[in-house]
């Protein structure tokens, strides 16, 4: 069908401009005008409306590319912020701890987690110090937090530390605002608990848990947690006190090892032998 309308605007188009050559624009010129006119105005139209979709296409897809391009763009951008976002919590990371050691008065060593052991009763963490370092059997692993918990086990180059929330754990510690004492135990995920503190002392949800001092294995006031949850039952002498950790025991990277331990113990056996360990 198209072919045939072309080749008919054709055939007019010539008649037309064969006919032009007579020099006069007579009757037979007006009808193949007239005839002509239609058929070009249709062919026009239809050339418009040709072009318009082919513009339209073309820009269909340049949109499409650009589309693609900055889809691209945003993916790299987004790798990018959260390169920056994880360089960013770094240092902050680091500048609390930098805070925490120019705070805190005790000798340290500063030692990175690189291993975790899952066990419900026993739950410790593996970290990159050991005999080589000072480290010994003993000895209290803090960060910028709190207790962190105490080194159970070391070798030349790793230690082990259980956690202050492991159900084996239990540090003397006390209300910090009225010196309330009492035995603090790991209770896992669910954080401590605080036993043995009468009915009648005032505790209350958010006080300041902190080491009671007791034994010498925890110097007083390091930060243990907030209460939680406070009950008073009926029968018994005690409260049930719920605290909630210091320390997010989850998201361990660093922690410190207090050195006081092997240099007291470093400095008695200088004073019996007169000579350094």
Known sequence: ?????????????????????????????????????????????????????WDDYISLWEIRDENKRLRQLLVEYEDKFNEYAEVYSIYLGLSEKLKFKQREPFPSITARVVGKDP???????????????????????????????????????????????????????????????????????????????????????????????????????????RVSAVRRKQRGMFQEIEVEPAVNFQKLEVVFINLTEKLSWEAEMQDVSGEKP
């Open 1 to 53: 069908m198209t072919k045939v309308i072309f080749l008919v605007v054709l055939v007019c188009c010539l008649i037309l401009f064969i006919a032009s050559f007579g020099g006069r624009f007579g009757l037979f010129h007006q009808l193949t005008l007239e005839s002509l006119g239609p058929f070009q105005s249709f062919a026009t139209k239809i050339s418009a409306n040709i072009s318009g979709v």
């Open 119 to 225: 066990s419900y009763w026993f739950q410790t963490i593996i970290v990159d110090r050991g005999e080589n370092d000072g480290i010994i059997k003993g000895m209290v692993a803090r960060n910028e937090n709190g207790v962190v918990g105490q080194v159970t086990q070391a070798s030349p180059n790793y230690s082990k530390i259980l956690l202050a929330n492991a159900p084996s754990s239990a540090i003397d510690a006390m209300v910090q605002k009225n010196r309330v004492r009492g035995i603090l135990k790991g209770a896992g995920q669910r954080g401590f608990t605080l036993y043995y503190v009468l009915k009648n002392a005032d505790v209350a949800v958010g006080d300041r848990i902190v080491t009671a001092g007791i034994g010498g294995v925890f110097p007083t006031g390091i930060p243990l947690g």
